[in-house]
């Protein structure tokens, strides 16, 4: 909310400037017209009295009082200067914008099985010891698309062998963000119920009133845990009106692991196994899309596209609150004249 100035009859200044300026100048120039028509009035009359020299009297200061006294009646200038901005009317208006928006509710469905240990997302990282698993890399482009996104509702449900919502939706971002640093591999299992987590974000967003509902599914493997069948999961997504974009990743071919074996940690390499049909069909079948993240660059490409494809609507109405301020400009312009006024007629008052 801003403050501004404004003169809501600015249009008087194009007449009333023009005046002042001349009646001003007329004020400021009276003293030196009255002498030169008292010279001209005085030129043919002969001297009532005669002087043998005026240096003495040219030379006598200037009385204090007269100077006062021309100051003191200056100050009309400024009270008619005052009263004029007062006839322009000034206001103080507040700018107020009122923000409507047509959120989307969004749930992350984040995979924490075992297999996220891989240290292939890190693929720029050519040592093995400083790279970070996909889990990592994964909560970190995640952070970053939950930033992005301050008009939306955002929740986090985490799976392996079981699914459970770690986040309910929410506008909070700094705890859905509290939240999704707490997730740890191995958090819900080692397996992947695949169909189990896409159920319990189903749940979550079958009774939002947002005009969009969405699911971010984001996994690096195939489903071999839980009751409930991928793709039966994703038709009652479809159902209830939930879209949903699957994302895989990890490398193709193999990908290394480090393992803890008796003679201490050791890098081993594991082939890739992501069931990108099933995901696909999943995404097809609700109107969403699936995507293959090989490195982070290739997910952090992968999240803000799909911020692309879910914009949230955001509409904006802006108007002003006037309040007349006439009376600042009114009320000195008052205590300036009877300043004038008491003075002139009191201690600077002109004798006959």
Not at 62 to 89: F, Q
Not at 179 to 194: P, R, W, Y
Not at 318 to 341: G, H, I, K, Q
Request: proline content about 3%; some cysteine; hydrophobic content about 45%.
């Amino acid at each position: 909310m801003t403050e501004q100035l404004v003169f809501a009859d600015a249009r008087w200044l194009w007449v009333l400037l023009p005046l002042y300026v001349i009646w001003a100048l007329l004020w400021w120039l009276r003293p030196r017209l009255r002498q030169i028509a008292a010279r001209r009035d005085s030129g043919g009359d002969t001297a009532a009295l005669a002087y043998s020299s005026l240096g003495h009297a040219l030379r006598t200061p200037r009385s204090g009082t007269l100077t006062a006294r021309r100051l003191v009646s200056a100050l009309r200038l400024l009270v008619v200067a005052l009263v004029l901005l007062a006839v322009m009317r000034p206001q103080t208006g507040r700018a107020l914008t009122e923000v409507s928006t047509e959120g989307i509710d969004i749930v992350l469905v984040i995979d924490t099985s075992g297999s996220m240990r891989a240290l292939d997302l890190d693929a720029h990282e050519r040592s093995l010891s400083r790279r970070r698993d996909r889990l990592e890399v994964a909560k970190g482009v995640v952070e970053t698309f939950i930033a992005a996104r301050p008009n939306d509702r955002v929740g986090l449900v985490v799976f392996g062998e079981e699914a459970f919502t770690q986040c309910p939706l929410t506008l909070d971002h700094g705890v859905a963000a509290t939240f999704l640093e707490q997730l740890e591999i191995g958090m819900a299992g080692d397996a992947t119920a695949i169909g189990s987590a896409v159920g319990v974000a189903t749940k979550r967003l079958k009774d939002s009133d947002a005009e969009s509902k969405v699911a971010i599914l984001l996994t690096d493997g195939r489903s071999n845990a839980g009751s409930l069948s991928p793709l039966r999961a994703a038709e009652a997504a479809a159902a209830l009106g939930v879209r949903l974009y699957t994302i895989g990743v990890g490398t193709r071919g193999q990908a290394p692991f480090v393992v803890e074996t008796g003679f201490g940690p050791r890098v081993v390499y594991q082939d890739v196994e992501i069931d990108e049909e099933t995901l696909r069909r999943m995404a097809d079948a609700t109107g969403g899309a699936y995507y293959r993240a090989e490195d982070e660059a290739g997910l952090e490409q992968i999240v803000e596209r799909i911020d692309e494809l879910e914009k949230t609507e955001i509409s904006q109405e802006s108007y002003m609150e006037y309040e007349e301020r006439f009376a600042w400009l009114v009320a000195p312009a008052v205590f300036l004249l009877l300043l004038e006024v008491v003075l002139l007629d009191t201690r600077l008052r002109k004798l006959p």
